[in-house]
């Protein structure tokens, strides 16, 4: 059984149905990614796992349905979320920011686990009690990271990492998070328009177009397949 098992998924907004019956897996510690173009379904997806959305179909992580969960049951199950435009609250400070990430926690290691996260970015334990909102946009996408990490979830959904941010930071980005993964043991399902990139990060890819799952596969087998070329790779 896998950790996330995503069976006849199909959402939307209102009376427009975006996804129609999509099926993924996710492994403990598994790197995927969901390619797609704009409009193809890739956010929907992730909105409608971490209960962001309703949806049909059938949702489970480590076995148990996620249907019918709030977004908070979601987070407390194991799963973070880091939306598309990162989701920092502006007006707090990195360090405010990171306790959220904290807050269905019960135990006693908040702490200690914002120290970690300060010293695994040290930009952000530079900028610890500076507003979320002045700091670059790549330091934003640490920050977020590392408040998604604060739940310690087991699955962590990331949606368009590099939205917005220029290749150096980028690949300094998916770097560290290549080795906080590995780490952590945490796995990772990942929307992403630089395909490559995203290739390059994850053992397993799904390819979705207009709300459906036209293909699937080792990451490797995927870069090089000559449809997913033309369509995603630009070659």
Known sequence: MSLLEVRGLRAGYGIVEVLFGLDL?????????????????????????????????????????????RPDQVVAAGIAHVPQGRGTINDLTVEENLRIGAWTRKDADVDADIEQWCTTFPRLGERRTQAAGSMSGGEQQMLAIARAFMSRPRLLLLDEPSLGLAPLVT?????????????????????????????????????????????????????????????????
């Open 25 to 69: 897996d996710v492994d403990a510690g598994e790197l995927v990614v969901v390619l797609g173009a704009n409009g193809s379904g890739k956010t929907t997806t992730l909105r409608s796992i971490s209960a962001m959305l309703p949806f049909r179909g059938e949702v489970t992580f480590d076995g148990k349905p996620l249907g019918g969960m």
């Open 171 to 235: 690949a300094e980005v998916f770097d560290r998070l290549r080795d906080i993964t590995t780490s952590t043991g945490t796995a990772v399902l990942l929307v992403e328009q630089n395909a490559n990139l995203a290739l390059d990060f994850a053992g397993r890819a799904y390819v979705l177009e207009a709300g459906e799952i036209v293909a699937s596969g080792p990451a490797a087998q995927l870069q090089h397949d000559e449809a997913v070329q033309k369509a995603y790779l630009g070659i």
